[in-house]
């Protein structure tokens, strides 16, 4: 396993409480949209086995021509002992990443996509997007649709509706304006479905599109395949 040691170049802050770090690109590092990271902090690998409360998985929230690797996450007040050490890191310091790879690339099918995601999800779907907008070729439409009770809605210069790049993009902050939309969505019987979120999000989504006549190969998730088979299995 081939562990990439960066650098933090940069460190946005996004909302209150959502941070995004940009990493320096080691040499041979490469990903593609819709990528997820093992991330990992100073000392994770120190002793005879891995210190996993060092180390979280985490969604790229960048592309390549970008430059710098980009790891967005939210950072409450009380946290893991993972966030309270990242919320203190600095521009300079190292990071690690290995075991990177995408399981929620666009879908080339001609068909509509539905990006649904809760909170900082959306970092998953930023890149694809960006894909999108260069490249949208066999794409006839995408929808993004977000849930944050918070109202701190992320990337909004990016996420915004337009007719022109048929891009559609809406932000809701309760569940039920949500759940009705996704059953609004949901009429397409064609359309391919991404999910973004906590177990129990996902869950909830799934349940309601299969109710609505939805597929599970209609639906693509951001987990090893295992994971998705057992969650697709309701």
């Not at 075991?99 to 970092?123: C, D, F, M």
Request: glycine share 4%.
């Amino acid at each position: 396993m081939q562990i990439y040691w960066t650098k933090i170049n940069q460190i946005i802050e996004e909302t209150p409480e959502i941070r995004t770090y940009l990493l320096d690109c080691p040499e041979d590092f490469t990903w593609e949209e819709g990528a997820h990271t093992h991330f990992a902090l100073k000392g994770f690998n120190d002793g005879d086995k891995p210190n996993r409360s060092l180390v979280r998985h985490m969604s790229i929230s960048t592309l390549p021509h970008e430059n710098s690797i980009g790891i967005t996450t939210r950072i409450r007040e009380q946290c893991s002992e993972f966030k309270a050490i990242l919320r203190n890191l600095e521009v300079g310091q190292e990071v690690a990443l290995f075991k990177t790879i995408s399981n929620v690339q666009l879908k080339r099918e001609n068909k509509n996509i539905y990006l649904l995601s809760a909170g900082v999800g959306l970092a998953t779907f930023r890149p694809l997007v960006l894909e999108y907008f260069e490249h949208d070729d066999r794409i006839n439409h995408i929808h993004s649709l977000n849930i944050d009770s918070s109202k701190a809605f992320l990337f909004t210069h990016i996420f915004k509706s337009s007719p022109e790049k048929k891009f559609t993009a809406q932000f809701v902050d309760n569940r039920q304006d949500y759940y009705n939309e996704v059953e609004r969505l949901a009429t397409d019987q064609d359309g391919l479905f991404y999910l973004v979120g906590s177990d129990e999000f996902i869950l909830e989504n799934i349940e309601l599109l299969y109710e609505r006549g939805i597929k599970p190969e209609q639906i693509i998730l951001d987990k090893h395949e295992q994971q998705r088979i057992e969650l697709l299995a309701l």
